[in-house]
């Protein structure tokens, strides 16, 4: 049964960057669709971007700045993200397919 883990999170500067990981067990992510989402504190979760059969798409709020890309023989997908700004700050979450993960919390300080 597919089970995604993130981590990666922390605290980090206004432009600075994070890279979280999403280690997707059970089978290999290509057979998923991988989605990234983030809630931050009293705000609804909000799409972040997705990686489908290799084709990756990014929410406006953070193209340019993010970046998703997947390890096979690590069996996980990762989320770079530069030039991070406070309004990135929020409790980050993959899904894999229908499962989703625990989350993991990235701060950005101003």
């Known amino acids: 049964q597919v089970q995604p883990v993130e981590s990666g999170g922390g605290l980090v500067q206004t432009g600075g960057s994070l890279r979280l990981s999403c280690a997707v067990s059970?089978?290999?992510?290509?057979?998923?669709?991988i989605r990234w989402f983030r809630q931050a504190p009293g705000k609804e979760r909000e799409f972040v971007g997705s990686?489908?059969?290799?084709?990756?798409t990014y929410a406006d709020s953070v193209k340019g700045r993010f970046t998703i890309s997947g390890d096979n023989a690590k069996n996980t997908l990762y989320l770079q993200m530069n030039r991070l700004q406070p309004e990135d700050t929020a409790v980050y979450y993959c899904?894999?397919?229908?499962?989703w993960g625990q989350g993991t919390q990235v701060t950005v300080s101003s």
């Open positions: 059970g089978r290999t992510f290509s057979y998923y669709a």
């Open positions: 899904a894999a397919g229908a499962k």
């Open positions: 990686w489908i059969g290799g084709s990756t």
